[in-house]
């Protein structure tokens, strides 16, 4: 199975700072039909993860510009310009390239 | 607007069944892939299985750990999957997901517990 490794576990901000996280895949996430379909989830308390970016770098309609999705082949990156409130929770990278689908363990996004 | 809506949950002794249910509306249901996830309590989140449409004949998908226990199905007329559950162990204790694509239910909480 891919295994995706998510960095850091916790990364303590302050309003209005930049986050980044990465997420790195034990294989290339490219498929065989030319798409890497590597996404990021939000899920904050109480809620079902929401999708913020798909297929690397493409945010989802509602989402904001200041979540930016990067990288290629084994290695993303998702960087959060000026983090606002409603930011805070736990984020999780996720493969559906190969069979089984899988999930980074996820990067809680928290307040100083 | 799509909605997802689970339903089905609840609390069962280890190796009773049970049955979830998902309620779609919002897209083409009968050509859609449509999935269950879960998240146990500490967190992690986990495929669990996948219908493909008619038009790959139904195929389905597990994660190695329910295979010969779980059982994905769909009914195209209602705009439905299930999930039916055997064999329950306590480790399956977590919540259930519907997915279609990039849209997610709310979950329900299945606990397994003597």
């Known amino acids: 199975d891919v295994v995706l490794t998510q960095t850091p576990v916790a990364q303590p901000v302050t309003l209005g700072d930049q986050a980044s996280i990465s997420c790195r895949s034990s294989?290339?996430?490219?498929?065989?039909?030319?798409?890497?379909?590597l996404e990021w989830y939000l899920q904050k308390p109480g809620q079902s993860p929401q999708l913020l970016i798909y297929k690397v770098s493409n945010r989802f309609s509602g989402v904001p510009d200041r979540f930016i999705g990067s990288g290629s082949g084994s290695d993303f990156t998702l960087k959060i310009s000026r983090v606002e409130p409603e930011d805070l929770g736990v984020y999780y990278c996720f493969q559906a390239t190969h069979d089984p689908y899988t999930f980074g363990a996820g990067t809680k996004l928290e307040l100083k | 607007e799509v909605q997802v809506l689970e339903s089905g949950g609840g609390l069962v002794q280890p190796g009773n069944s049970l049955k979830l249910s998902c309620a779609t509306s919002g897209f083409t249901f009968s050509t859609a892939w449509m999935y269950w996830y879960r998240q146990f309590p500490e967190k992690r989140l986990e495929w669990v299985a996948r219908i493909k449409a008619k038009s790959n004949n139904y195929a389905t998908d597990y994660t190695e750990s329910v295979k010969g226990r779980f059982t994905i199905s769909r009914d195209d007329s209602k705009s439905s999957i299930y999930l039916q559950m055997n064999n329950l162990k306590e480790e399956d204790t977590a919540i259930y997901y519907c997915?279609?694509?990039?849209?997610w239910g709310q979950g329900v909480m299945v606990t397994v517990s003597s």
């Open positions: 294989q290339s996430l490219v498929h065989s039909n030319g798409n890497t379909y």
């Open positions: 997915a279609w694509k990039y849209y």
